[in-house]
């Protein structure tokens, strides 16, 4: 009589992908011998096997580059390609996700991202980021000082010429055609300020407090306050009550792209306090910004994995979108809408699909009724500082390409992406007679409410001034 085995790790990559933490303080974390071993390793593994070749250009700039050897093997590259392919990885994690077979709990452990972030970090550490990379990953700092009323007129005014544009390219590498954000002197949190929420008795409702602390984001506060203001609206038109977290800091990810761990620490240090009290007081977290919910979600977990305020942090994040369908499966979500949305053509931002909470945007959208809402599951090209350095920017468009010519071929009446930042790279490929601008997913929904002026609205309005 024969028996079943039991299941080895050789042949766990059918099981659900698992991540390791990140050792980053150990000794070997930074030995030069050790990472380059790891990167040979990992490298060999992937040439093997090509499956992630469409994604980003680090793997089409790592096989041209083995292919190219002498050897036509990973044994026959430079140290300078380890260091390229690094450059080239914006830490998306959809190999992780969507492609790798050999992630862990697989035998051969592969973690395609951790380990360019482990590169990077190396690279960080050597002093190798140029002052550049520097400023663009300070976003809390460069927002407050362009955030300053005179400031800001000034940036937004230089940001708006091809002179102006042709210095910053010339100064700091911002390639001229790029999409950069406008600043606001009236930032979220001075918009909001002190008000208390229009919603009294917030109920519970499937693992919901309905209660929320709003985590602006850097982006949400001084480029784009309109997002904040929008869920705002929209979660209290839900009964959800709303409060802004009382202090905020950068969550940390511009310097995750850059390697700089130090400051991932500090940044963390002056959060996750703050955030993990307003947890003990009863409140859910929710942030508008796809990277900065996966850094308390993710990332934040796997670099302190014995922080026990990370992890509380970490199970009280949501995603908008998720949290509104958690209520909505509960009976809790107004469904009484004023405005259909016609066609909408959506893009999935990778930090959101990184969650792995579903399509829970475009599940809310289609309640509105009358409304269709057709996915896009690729890459934008953006990818935090990336898409808008000089070196990068025509590979960038490239990766975003097929997402651009999907819109453009929709016609649809709104096009939208949860990252505000991908939705103006889309918006800055479009050819001349589909340029039109994104409409983010916060407001589409606001605008369905009737809280919003629809796109007919908003264009009589701008048409009349």
Not at 184 to 199: E, I, W, Y
Not at 370 to 377: A, G, L, R, S, W
Request: hydrophobic share 35%.
């Amino acid at each position: 009589m024969s028996s079943t085995p039991p299941k080895t790790p050789r042949e766990g990559s059918v099981d659900a992908p698992i991540r390791h933490p990140i050792d980053w303080k150990s000794p070997t974390f930074h030995d030069e011998d050790a990472l380059y071993a790891e990167m040979e390793r990992v490298f060999d593994v992937c040439h093997g096997c090509r499956r992630c070749f469409s994604l980003c250009h680090a793997f089409p700039l790592l096989f041209d580059a083995i292919d190219e050897s002498h050897t036509m093997e990973v044994d026959g590259l430079e140290r300078k390609t380890y260091w390229d392919v690094a450059e080239h990885c914006y830490l998306c994690d959809m190999c992780y996700l969507s492609k790798c077979p050999y992630v862990p709990p697989h035998e051969f452990n592969i973690d395609f991202p951790h380990l360019m972030l482990r590169a990077k970090s190396k690279a960080f550490q050597e002093g190798r980021p140029q002052a550049r990379d520097k400023i663009l990953s300070a976003t809390d700092k460069v927002g407050a000082i362009a955030g300053i009323p005179v400031v800001a007129q000034a940036v937004n005014a230089i940001n708006s010429t091809g002179f102006g544009r042709s210095v910053l390219e010339s100064a700091l590498g911002v390639a001229k055609d790029a999409p950069v954000p406008k600043y606001h002197s009236k930032s979220l949190r001075a918009q909001v300020g002190k008000r208390a929420s229009s919603v009294r008795e917030p109920q519970a409702v499937n693992g919901t407090t309905g209660r929320v602390a709003l985590f602006g984001t850097c982006y949400g506060n001084r480029n784009e306050p309109d997002l904040g203001l929008d869920l705002i609206k929209v979660f209290e038109h839900n009964g959800i009550e709303v409060t802004l977290t009382p202090k905020e800091r950068c969550c940390g990810m511009p310097k995750l792209e850059l390697g700089d761990l130090e400051s991932i620490d500090k940044a963390r240090e002056a959060n996750i306090p703050v955030l993990a009290a307003l947890v003990d007081e009863g409140y859910d977290l929710v942030g508008p910004v796809p990277s900065c919910v996966l850094m308390f979600k993710q990332e934040l977990p796997l670099l302190f994995p014995e922080d026990d305020q990370v992890a509380k942090v970490r199970d009280a994040f949501f995603d908008p979108f998720e949290y509104l369908m958690l209520r909505h499966k509960g009976g809790a979500l107004n469904t009484d809408f004023k405005n259909s949305l016609g066609n909408i053509s959506y893009h999935v931002a990778c930090h959101l699909r990184v969650q792995n909470i579903g399509l829970k945007t475009r599940d809310v959208l289609a309640l509105v009724p009358d409304t269709q809402v057709d996915p896009i599951e690729r890459c934008s090209g953006h990818d935090g500082t990336y898409g808008v350095k000089k070196e990068y920017r025509q590979q960038s468009m490239k990766i975003a390409k097929p997402v651009i010519r999907k819109v453009e071929q929709a016609k649809a009446d709104y096009y939208a992406s949860d990252c505000p930042m991908a939705g103006h790279q889309i918006e800055s490929g479009l050819s001349d007679d589909a340029k039109t601008m994104p409409t983010h997913p916060l407001r589409l929904l606001a605008i369905a409410y009737g809280l919003a002026a629809t796109q007919d609205e908003a264009s009589h309005s701008t048409r009349s001034r």
